[in-house]
C-alpha cells in the first residue's frame, strides 16, 4: 500500500527546471519581437509619430502657402471676428498648436504680416486673418520722405492786382520743408503737413487780399507742392483742419471755439450785429455772407483768381439799410489751445495729447497763414474782414479791411497740406532705423 501511494506522489509532480527555462526563454523572444514591433525604425510609434509630424506639418505648409497666395491677390473682405496674422499665430502658439520654427516657417522672411483677406483651416478650426492697418504702422506725427515736382518759376500771382499788395511778388518753390502724418483718412488718402512754415512771407491786403487770399494760398500751395507721379495734391492748411481735431466738451457738448462772443457781444456763427455806418465790405464777402464756403475754393481754378486794377473794384456798401454781419472769427490763447486737442495715435504715446496741437499751431513763436475768411464784429463802429492766421500757438484773425473803407496789409508764412494716396507710402520702410517713411518708386 505504502509502494503505490509514492507511486501516484510521483506522478502528479510539477513543471521541470527545463521546461520553466523553454518557457522563459519563448516569452523573451515575443517580447522582444513585441519591441521592435512598437519601437523600432519602422515599428507602430514610430509611424505614428511620423504620422502625427507629417499632418502638422502639413498645416504649416498648408497656412504659409495660403497665406503667401493672399499677398498675391486683391482679394478683401470686412470681418468683425478677422484676426491679423500675427494674431492668429499668437493664439495657435497660447493653444499649443504651433512652435515657433512653425511660426517662422509661415512668417518666412516678412516682416510685415499679411497684406490681404484669407483663411487657414488647422484641424477642425478655420481662422481667418484679415489685412492689416494703415494704421499699424504710420503714426500722427511720423515724418515722410515726400518731395515735390520741382517747380523753379515763381508764383505768380502774388501782386498787387491780385493780394493788394506789391510785396514778395517772387515768393517760389521752398525745397527745404520737411513734412509729417497730419491725417489717414478712411477714403485711402493721407494728409501730409510741412513740418515748418515756408521761409518767406505772402501779403495781403484790404478788399483784393480778402477776395483771393484763399483762392491764392490754395493755389499757390497747389502748384509749388504738389507731385503728379505720387497723384499727390497740396493745398493751403486751413480753419477746418484745426477745428476738426479739437475736442468737444462732455458738458457742453460743444467745442471751445463755439462759445466765443466779440467785444459787441455777438456770438461766434450765431449771432450778428448790424451796422448802421461805416457800411463798406469786399464783394467776396457778398456771395457768402461769410459763413457758407469760408475756406473755398480748396482747389481753385483761374476763375476763382481775380485781377482788380484798383481797390475800388473789389470793395462796395450798402445804401439803403444797415450792414448786418455774421460773426465767423473766434480767438483763443496759445495755452488754451493747447489742451482742447483730441488724442492722436502716435509713434510716442507720451505726446498723444499735445501732438495736433504741435503739428497745427507749430507750439512756438512762428506765424503763419490759414486759408479761410473770417469777419468779426469786434467794434461797435464798424466790422472786421480779414484771413485767418496762426500766431504763436494761438489761433487769430488778420484784419485786411475795415468797413469804412480802410485797408491794413499783413505778411506771414505758407503751411502746406499735401494729400496721397496711402499706398505710395512703403510700409517696408524701416521706420525706427530711418526716421522717415519711404516713398514707392
Partial sequence: MKKQILTEQKGNTGITLIALVITIIVLLILAGISIATLMGENGVLTKAN????ETRGASVEEARDLWKINQETDRHTDNETAQTLEELIADLINQNLLTEDEKDQILGNSSKGIEATGQVTIGSRTIIFKEKEL?????????????????????????????????????????????????????????LISASPTSKRVYFQGARGYNNGVAILNDYCKTMYSNASKKAVARSLNIEDIQDKMKVDEETGKKAYE???SGTGTVYKTGTYPYSSNKWYPLKWKEDNGI????????????????????????????????TVTQTYWYLNASTMSSNFETANTRDTTRA??????????????????????VTALDPSGANFGLRLVNSGSVEESRMFYSNSNTYSVNVFVRPVVSLPSNVIDLNTNYETE????LNS
Fill in 135 to 191: 494704421t499699424d504702422y504710420v503714426k500722427i506725427g511720423d515724418y515722410v520722405d515726400y518731395h515735390p515736382d520741382v517747380v523753379t518759376t515763381p508764383y505768380d500771382k502774388f501782386g498787387e492786382t491780385y493780394t493788394g499788395n506789391a510785396n514778395a511778388s517772387d515768393i517760389g518753390q521752398d525745397s527745404n520743408l520737411q513734412w509729417r502724418v497730419l491725417n489717414i483718412n478712411s477714403n485711402g488718402m493721407v494728409d
Fill in 259 to 261: 462759445s466765443y462772443t
Fill in 435 to 438: 526716421g522717415k517713411w519711404n
Fill in 353 to 374: 495729447n499735445s501732438m495736433y496741437y504741435e503739428l497745427l499751431c507749430n507750439n512756438g513763436s512762428s506765424y503763419y497763414w490759414l486759408a479761410s475768411r473770417c
Fill in 292 to 323: 457758407v464756403g469760408e475756406s473755398d475754393p480748396k482747389n481753385p481754378t483761374s476763375s476763382d483768381i481775380i485781377s482788380y486794377a484798383s481797390e475800388d473794384d473789389a470793395k462796395t456798401q450798402e445804401t439803403s439799410r444797415d450792414l
Fill in 50 to 53: 511620423d504620422a502625427k509630424t
